[in-house]
C-alpha cells in the first residue's frame, strides 16, 4: 500500500500542470456501480508501493508524496443529466466543493473522472475511465500504478537521437522555420477580467457514416493526410468560417512515449509536448501530416522535454513563494489560439457493454486552455463515430459561435474541406 515515506520526484512538467484539471467522460455505458468503481480504484492503490494514480500533485515542491485510501468520498454518484458531453464537463468543472487530485463521478449510464493534470496526461485519464467502468477480470489496474521512470527523458533522447543523429539538425531547422514572429505590439488585443470564471467545454459528434465519407473522400482528394492532420484543418476551417480570428501557429500536441522503449510505453505520467507549427489560413490536410511528420522524425517533442528537465536542474535553488500575480484582469491578443490533441481509434473501450438506444458510444474530454484566448480540442473516435470537444473562455469567443463551428465540421465536414 502507497506510504508517506515513499516520495515521487516531479518533473518541470509535472509541476506546471499540477494546479490544472483534466476532466474526462465516458458513456453510455450498462452496470455502473459507485462500489466497483470504489473497488477498482482501491485495487490500482494497492497495486504497487508507488501507485502513480495516488500522487499528491503540488506545484511547490519537487517531491510528492503517495496518499493513502484514495477510494473515499471522493467517488461519488450523479443523477446529473448526460446528453450534451459538453454540458456536462462544463457543470462538473463549475461544481460546487474541494477537489481532491482525484474525483470520479458516476452517472446511470456514464463516468466521469476530474483529475489533476500533474498525475499525468490524456493516456492515463483513458486508461481511468476504462478500468472504472469495468475491470472484471484485473487486466486493466495493475497498468494504473505505473509511473515513468525517472529517467525517461534521457533514454527516449539517446534511443532517438544515437540512432538519427541527423535529426538534430532538423530538430534546429524546424523549430526556426516554425517560430512566431515577435509581437510588435501593433495588433488589436482584448482586455479580459475573471477569465477563469468563464471556462467552458462544448462537444461535436461525426457520425460513422460522415467518417467513413470523409476517409473515403480524403483517400481519394488527399493521399497523404491522417486522421489528426484532417481534424486540425476541419477545426481552423469551421471556426474561420464563422468569422472567427484564428492564430497561424496551432499547438499540436504529440505523445512523446513514442521515442521509449515499448516496455515502458504504457507508463504513466506528463509525457505529452505541445509543439507549435505554423499553420495559417489555407494549409492543406497533407501539408500539416508532412508538418507533423517532420516534427516526430527530427525528435522535436523528446527535446523539449530534455530541455525542460535541464532547465530545471539549472534552477534547483530557487524560492518556494514567488511574487503575487493578479491575473483578475489580463490582457490578450485578439485571435484565437488553438490547441489540437487527436487521440486516434481508442480502443481500451472496446470491453464495455454500451448501452443499445440509438446514442453512439463518445468519450469526451476537457483539456484547459492556458489562458482567455486559448481553445484546446480533443478528439476520440469510438466505434467509427468522432467526438470533438472544445475548451475555451466564453468572454473571448461566444458559446453560439463555437457550437455553430462543431456543428458545421461534424454535420459536412467534406464540403467545409472542399471549400476552405
Same mark, same amino acid.
Given at each position: 500500500?502507497?506510504?508517506?515515506?515513499?516520495?515521487?520526484?516531479? #518533473?518541470?512538467?509535472? $509541476?506546471?500542470?499540477? +494546479?490544472?484539471?483534466?476532466?474526462?467522460?465516458?458513456?453510455?455505458?450498462?452496470?455502473l456501480?459507485?462500489?466497483?468503481?470504489?473497488?477498482?480504484?482501491?485495487?490500482?492503490?494497492?497495486?504497487?508501493?508507488e501507485?502513480?494514480?495516488?500522487?499528491?500533485?503540488?506545484?511547490?515542491?519537487?517531491?510528492?508524496?503517495?496518499?493513502?485510501?484514495?477510494?473515499?468520498?471522493?467517488?461519488?454518484?450523479?443523477?446529473?443529466?448526460?446528453?450534451?458531453?459538453?454540458?456536462?464537463?462544463t457543470?462538473?468543472?463549475?461544481?460546487?466543493?474541494?477537489r *481532491?487530485?482525484?474525483?470520479?463521478?458516476?452517472?446511470?449510464?456514464?463516468?466521469?473522472?476530474?483529475?489533476? &493534470?500533474?498525475?499525468?496526461?490524456?493516456?492515463?485519464?483513458?486508461m481511468?475511465?476504462?478500468?472504472?467502468?469495468?475491470? /472484471?477480470?484485473?487486466?486493466l489496474?495493475?497498468?494504473? /500504478?505505473?509511473?515513468?521512470?525517472?529517467?525517461?527523458?534521457?533514454?527516449?533522447?539517446?534511443?532517438?537521437?544515437?540512432?538519427?543523429?541527423? #535529426?538534430?539538425?532538423?530538430?534546429?531547422?524546424?523549430?526556426? $522555420? &516554425?517560430?512566431?514572429?515577435?509581437?510588435?505590439?501593433?495588433?488589436? $488585443?482584448?482586455?479580459?477580467?475573471?477569465w477563469?470564471?468563464?471556462?467552458?467545454?462544448?462537444?461535436?459528434?461525426?457520425?460513422? /457514416?460522415?467518417?467513413?465519407?470523409?476517409?473515403?473522400?480524403?483517400?481519394?482528394?488527399?493521399?497523404?493526410?491522417?486522421?489528426?492532420?484532417?481534424?486540425?484543418?476541419?477545426?481552423?476551417?469551421?471556426?474561420r468560417?464563422?468569422?472567427?480570428?484564428?492564430?497561424?501557429?496551432?499547438?499540436?500536441?504529440?505523445?512523446?512515449?513514442?521515442?521509449?522503449?515499448?516496455?515502458?510505453?504504457?507508463? &504513466?505520467?506528463?509525457?505529452?509536448?505541445g509543439?507549435?507549427?505554423?499553420?495559417? *489560413?489555407?494549409?492543406?490536410?497533407?501539408?500539416?501530416?508532412?508538418?507533423?511528420?517532420?516534427?516526430?522524425? *527530427?525528435?522535436?517533442?523528446?527535446?523539449?522535454?530534455?530541455?525542460?528537465q535541464? $532547465?530545471?536542474?539549472?534552477?534547483?535553488?530557487?524560492?518556494?513563494?514567488?511574487?503575487?500575480?493578479?491575473?483578475?484582469?489580463?490582457?490578450?491578443?485578439?485571435?484565437?489560439?488553438?490547441?489540437?490533441? +487527436?487521440?486516434?481509434?481508442?480502443?481500451?473501450?472496446?470491453?464495455?457493454?454500451?448501452?443499445?438506444?440509438?446514442?453512439?458510444?463518445?468519450?469526451?474530454?476537457s483539456?484547459?486552455?492556458?489562458?482567455?484566448?486559448?481553445?484546446?480540442?480533443?478528439?476520440?473516435?469510438?466505434a467509427g463515430?468522432?467526438?470533438?470537444?472544445?475548451?475555451?473562455?466564453?468572454?473571448?469567443?461566444?458559446?453560439?459561435?463555437?457550437?455553430? /463551428?462543431?456543428?458545421?465540421?461534424?454535420?459536412?465536414?467534406v464540403?467545409?474541406?472542399? &471549400?476552405?
Amino acid at each position: 500500500m502507497p506510504s508517506a515515506e515513499h516520495r515521487y520526484r516531479a #518533473t518541470a512538467l509535472d $509541476r506546471v500542470f499540477a +494546479d490544472t484539471r483534466i476532466i474526462t467522460a465516458v458513456g453510455p455505458v450498462r452496470g455502473l456501480d459507485v462500489g466497483r468503481t470504489r473497488r477498482t480504484l482501491t485495487a490500482a492503490e494497492q497495486a504497487d508501493a508507488e501507485a502513480h494514480l495516488a500522487l499528491e500533485p503540488r506545484s511547490d515542491t519537487r517531491h510528492w508524496r503517495y496518499r493513502t485510501d484514495i477510494a473515499g468520498d471522493n467517488v461519488t454518484a450523479s443523477s446529473g443529466p448526460t446528453d450534451d458531453l459538453g454540458r456536462m464537463l462544463t457543470e462538473i468543472r463549475s461544481r460546487d466543493g474541494k477537489r *481532491s487530485p482525484l474525483d470520479v463521478i458516476v452517472f446511470d449510464d456514464h463516468l466521469a473522472i476530474d483529475y489533476s &493534470h500533474g498525475i499525468g496526461d490524456g493516456q492515463i485519464g483513458v486508461m481511468m475511465l476504462a478500468a472504472f467502468c469495468d475491470d /472484471a477480470d484485473g487486466t486493466l489496474v495493475p497498468g494504473l /500504478a505505473s509511473g515513468l521512470p525517472a529517467s525517461s527523458t534521457w533514454k527516449a533522447l539517446w534511443r532517438h537521437y544515437s540512432r538519427n543523429p541527423k #535529426t538534430i539538425l532538423d530538430f534546429r531547422r524546424l523549430r526556426g $522555420r &516554425h517560430r512566431p514572429e515577435v509581437d510588435d505590439g501593433s495588433a488589436p $488585443r482584448r482586455r479580459i477580467e475573471n477569465w477563469e470564471t468563464a471556462k467552458v467545454s462544448r462537444a461535436g459528434y461525426m457520425s460513422r /457514416a460522415r467518417v467513413d465519407e470523409l476517409k473515403h473522400w480524403t483517400a481519394e482528394n488527399m493521399p497523404g493526410a491522417t486522421a489528426a492532420s484532417i481534424s486540425i484543418a476541419l477545426w481552423s476551417a469551421a471556426l474561420r468560417a464563422e468569422g472567427v480570428d484564428v492564430a497561424e501557429h496551432v499547438m499540436v500536441l504529440f505523445n512523446s512515449r513514442r521515442y521509449l522503449d515499448p516496455a515502458q510505453q504504457n507508463s &504513466h505520467g506528463n509525457f505529452a509536448v505541445g509543439i507549435p507549427l505554423h499553420l495559417p *489560413s489555407g494549409t492543406t490536410p497533407v501539408a500539416i501530416a508532412t508538418a507533423m511528420r517532420e516534427v516526430i522524425e *527530427s525528435g522535436w517533442p523528446i527535446a523539449v522535454l530534455g530541455m525542460s528537465q535541464l $532547465r530545471d536542474i539549472a534552477t534547483q535553488v530557487r524560492s518556494s513563494a514567488g511574487p503575487q500575480v493578479d491575473d483578475s484582469v489580463v490582457d490578450v491578443p485578439g485571435t484565437l489560439r488553438l490547441a489540437v490533441s +487527436d487521440l486516434g481509434r481508442v480502443r481500451v473501450f472496446d470491453h464495455l457493454d454500451w448501452v443499445d438506444d440509438g446514442r453512439p458510444p463518445q468519450m469526451a474530454a476537457s483539456l484547459e486552455p492556458d489562458g482567455p484566448d486559448g481553445c484546446t480540442m480533443l478528439i476520440a473516435e469510438i466505434a467509427g463515430g468522432r467526438t470533438y470537444t472544445a475548451s475555451f473562455c466564453s468572454k473571448m469567443i461566444d458559446v453560439a459561435v463555437v457550437d455553430s /463551428a462543431l456543428q458545421r465540421m461534424c454535420g459536412d465536414p467534406v464540403a467545409l474541406l472542399h &471549400h476552405a
